[in-house]
C-alpha cells in the first residue's frame, strides 16, 4: 500500500493479521462453505473482473437471483457503509454474514438445519487444521469449538479488509508519473473534475467516492447516498422494489432512490452498472448523467427519471461530444490496477494445492 493511503479503520475485536487473512482467503475460495456446496464468494466475485462476476444480477446457491448487481470488494476497507443502498451495514464482519446465512435473497443458503453439516465439510480438511490454528493461537479449538463460525466471519473479514488496490496508472500519475496517463486520459480526468460534469462531487479523494472513512478523518455528516435519477416510476419517483435504496430502510420518502456512490476504482472492469445492473456499459453511465437522469420509454419501468423529485442537485444535465466521452471513459479505464486482478495474494489458494499434487 502507497504511504500516501491513509491506513483504514480496524475493529478492535478483530485486528489485521496475516494468518487470519490467509484463512479468510481459503474460505473465500471453498464452494464447501454453503449449504449445498455448489457457492463460494468467488461465484459473485471473481479476480479477473476486480472481483465482481460479469453478470447483470447474480444467482446464488439455490438458484436464486439476487435483486442487485455484485459488488467489487477490493478497497472495501475505506467504505463509510457497505452494499449499494443499508446505512445500518458499516461494519465488514456485519456484511459478510449476510451472503453466508441471508435468505432474502438465498446466496450461501447456510441455516440452522444445515450449518453443522456445512461446518462439518470443513473440519473433515486437513488444510483447516493448520490455518485455523494459525490465525486464532489464543483459542484451544477454533475449528471444532463453539467460537468457529464467528472465526470463519473473522477471517473472511480479514481477507475482504487486507484487499487493496492503488496501482492503476491514475496512482502513478498521482505519484508523480506525469507520463502514466495518455492525453486522452488527462483530458477525461479534466472533466471528471470539472463544474460542468460535477462528477467528483460524490466520486471523489483517493477512493473515488465521497462513502470514505480511514484513521484521519472523523465523519461529521452521516454516510451519502444520492439518486441519480434512474427511474421514476408511475410519475411518483418510485424505484422498483425491492431496490429503493436507502428507502427500504429508513421508509422516508425523501431517501426514494438514493444509493451509495459507488468508487470508481477498477470500475472498467465491473460492467454492468448501477445498482440492480441496468446499465450495460460505461458510455451508457455518462449518456444517463448527461441527459440528467434515464428516461425509460418500454415497460416495465417506464418513466422520466430526469424529473425525479429526489435526484440530487449535482446530477445536472450537460452536453457532452462523443470525442469528450472517449475521454472521460480513457479516465475511467485509468482506474484499473492490472495487478490486483493477476496477484496470487488474492488468488484461488487451493488451486496452488492441485498443481502440488499433480506434480511428478
Ligand atoms: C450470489 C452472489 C454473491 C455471493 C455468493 C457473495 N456475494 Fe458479496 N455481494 C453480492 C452482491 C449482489 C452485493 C451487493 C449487495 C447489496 O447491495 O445488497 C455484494 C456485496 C458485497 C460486499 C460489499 C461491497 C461494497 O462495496 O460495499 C462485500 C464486502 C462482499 N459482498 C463480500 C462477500 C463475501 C466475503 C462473500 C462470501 C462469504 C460474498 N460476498 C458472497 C453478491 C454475492
Ligand atoms: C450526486 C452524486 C453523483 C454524481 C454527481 C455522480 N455520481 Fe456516479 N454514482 C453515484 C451513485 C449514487 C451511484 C450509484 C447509483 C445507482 O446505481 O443507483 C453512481 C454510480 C456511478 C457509476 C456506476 C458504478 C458501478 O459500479 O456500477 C459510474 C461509472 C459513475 N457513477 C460515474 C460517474 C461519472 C462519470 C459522473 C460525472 C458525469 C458521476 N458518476 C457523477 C453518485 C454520483
Not at 440452522?112 to 479449538?141: C, G, H, I, T, W
Not at 434515464?294 to 435526484?311: L, Q, S
Request: a negative charge; glycine letters at 8%; hydrophobic letters at 35%.
Amino acid at each position: 500500500m502507497p504511504g500516501w493511503v491513509p491506513l483504514p479503520m480496524e475493529p478492535s475485536n478483530n485486528p489485521i493479521a496475516e494468518e487470519k487473512f490467509q484463512l479468510g482467503r481459503h474460505l473465500f475460495y471453498d464452494t464447501d462453505l454453503s449449504g449445498n456446496g455448489t457457492i463460494s464468494c468467488e461465484s459473485c466475485h471473481q479476480q479477473d473482473k476486480a472481483f465482481t462476476d460479469g453478470r447483470v444480477r447474480p444467482v446464488g446457491a439455490t438458484g436464486e437471483v439476487h435483486p442487485r448487481n455484485a459488488q467489487s470488494i477490493a478497497n472495501a476497507a475505506w467504505l463509510r457503509t457497505l452494499t449499494w443502498g443499508n446505512p445500518a451495514l458499516t461494519e465488514i464482519e456485519q456484511q459478510v454474514v449476510v451472503p453466508l446465512f441471508g435468505i432474502d435473497p438465498v446466496e450461501h443458503g447456510i441455516n440452522e438445519a444445515n450449518q453443522d453439516m456445512v461446518l462439518a465439510r470443513l473440519q473433515e480438511k486437513p488444510e483447516y487444521q493448520s490455518l485455523f490454528a494459525a490465525a486464532y493461537p489464543e483459542q484451544d479449538d477454533p475449528l471444532f469449538g463453539e467460537l468457529a463460525w464467528q472465526n470463519i466471519v473473522r477471517s473472511l473479514s480479514s481477507f475482504v479488509r487486507g484487499m487493496t488496490s492503488f496501482r492503476s496508472d491514475f496512482d502513478r500519475y498521482n505519484a508523480g508519473d506525469v507520463g502514466a496517463l495518455s492525453a486522452s486520459a488527462k483530458r477525461g480526468m479534466n472533466l471528471f473534475n470539472s463544474e460542468r460534469l460535477e462528477c467528483f462531487h460524490c466520486h471523489e479523494g483517493y477512493t473515488l467516492t465521497a462513502s470514505v472513512r480511514d484513521r484521519r478523518i472523523t465523519p461529521t455528516v452521516p454516510a451519502p447516498f444520492n439518486n441519480t435519477g434512474l427511474y421514476n416510476i408511475d410519475g411518483i419517483s418510485g424505484y422498483p422494489a425491492p431496490n429503493t435504496g436507502k428507502y427500504e430502510l429508513s421508509g422516508n420518502p425523501a431517501d426514494m432512490g438514493r444509493f451509495r456512490p459507488q468508487s470508481l476504482r477498477n470500475v472498467a472492469l465491473t460492467a454492468p452498472y448501477n445498482h440492480d445492473g441496468s446499465t450495460a456499459t460505461l458510455r451508457d453511465v455518462i449518456r444517463n448523467y448527461a441527459a440528467g437522469g434515464r428516461n425509460i420509454t418500454t415497460p416495465p419501468h417506464v418513466g422520466d427519471g430526469r424529473m425525479n423529485v429526489n435526484k440530487d442537485p449535482f446530477i445536472v444535465s450537460f452536453t457532452i461530444s462523443e470525442a469528450e466521452i472517449d475521454d472521460v471513459v480513457a479516465f475511467l479505464e485509468s482506474l484499473t490496477d492490472h495487478e490486483l486482478i493477476n496477484d496470487p495474494r488474492y488468488a484461488n489458494p487451493w488451486l496452488d494445492v492441485t498443481v502440488q499434487d499433480t506434480a511428478p
